[in-house]
Antibody
Framework: QVQLVQSGTEVKKPGSSVKVSCKAS????????ISWVRQAPGEGLEWMGG????????NYAQRFQGRATITADKSTSTAYMELSGLRSDDTAVYYC???????????WGQGTMVIVSS | QSVLTQPPSVSGAPGQRVTISCTGS?????????VHWYQQLPGKAPKLLIY???NRPSGVPDRFSGSKSGTSASLAITGLQAEDEANYYC???????????FGGGTKLTVL
């Protein structure tokens, strides 16, 4: 059974960067696509981007272009999402999710809380 | 403002049927892209409920069903149970944005 386990809560200063990890267990990581979705407190879900792990190509939502970087390390079955230039409105829970060919997110990580505060 | 439009809230009594709509456009649902639905319980990660418009993953009760027509999709829940009280989100792809899009979410209250 595939599981995605994410790194723990982060507290960051405005203007800094955060890197969240998502480690897969079970299955064949190189065959997964992984997406990142965030959810601000009391708000809905927002897709940030994703990576095709087998070839390492990432794509991003327009609003995160140039600020988010999604990577994958096949040797450790871990995907990463780095967000730079943090602002207070980046405070959110960040989720990774396995993505099927029709863009359905069938397995989710437990979420990582990122708090941006001075 | 979300690309896909959902009602903020719906409610129903136990045993009743409710539907949640998800309205997109000609560049998203109307372009033929699949619609997926998620259930999110308080404090939990979302869970895939319906994929590919009307398919249930293993373990999802057949009380949940999805449909799609034109630029809209719907999630139907029959035989409402207290445990169905949650937030529900639709999701698709938008070719004008070249990315995945979500609805704003609908809070289901079981009366």
């Amino acid at each position: 059974q595939v599981q995605l386990v994410q790194s723990g809560t982060e507290v960051k200063k405005p203007g800094s960067s955060v890197k969240v990890s998502c480690k897969a267990s079970g299955g064949t990581f190189s065959s997964y696509d992984i997406s990142w979705v965030r959810q601000a407190p009391g708000e809905g879900l927002e897709w940030m981007g994703g990576i095709i792990a087998i070839i390492g190509t990432a794509n991003y939502a327009q609003r995160f272009q140039g600020r988010a970087t999604i990577t994958a390390d096949k040797s450790t079955s871990t995907a990463y999402m780095e967000l730079s230039g943090l602002r207070s409105d980046d405070t959110a829970v960040y989720y990774c999710a396995r993505t099927d060919p029709q863009d359905a997110f069938d397995i989710w990580g437990q979420g990582t809380m990122v708090i941006v505060s001075s | 403002q979300s690309v896909l439009t959902q009602p903020p809230s719906v409610s129903g009594a136990p045993g009743q049927r409710v539907t949640i709509s998800c309205t997109g456009s000609s560049s998203s649902i109307g372009a033929g892209y699949d619609v997926h639905w998620y259930q999110q319980l308080p404090g939990k990660a979302p869970k895939l409920l319906i994929y590919g418009d009307n398919n249930r993953p293993s373990g999802v009760p057949d009380r949940f069903s999805g449909s799609k027509s034109g630029t809209s999709a719907s999630l139907a829940i029959t035989g409402l149970q207290a445990e169905d009280e949650a937030n529900y989100y639709c999701q698709s792809y938008d070719r004008s944005l070249s990315g995945v899009v979500f609805g704003g979410g609908t809070k289901l209250t079981v009366l």
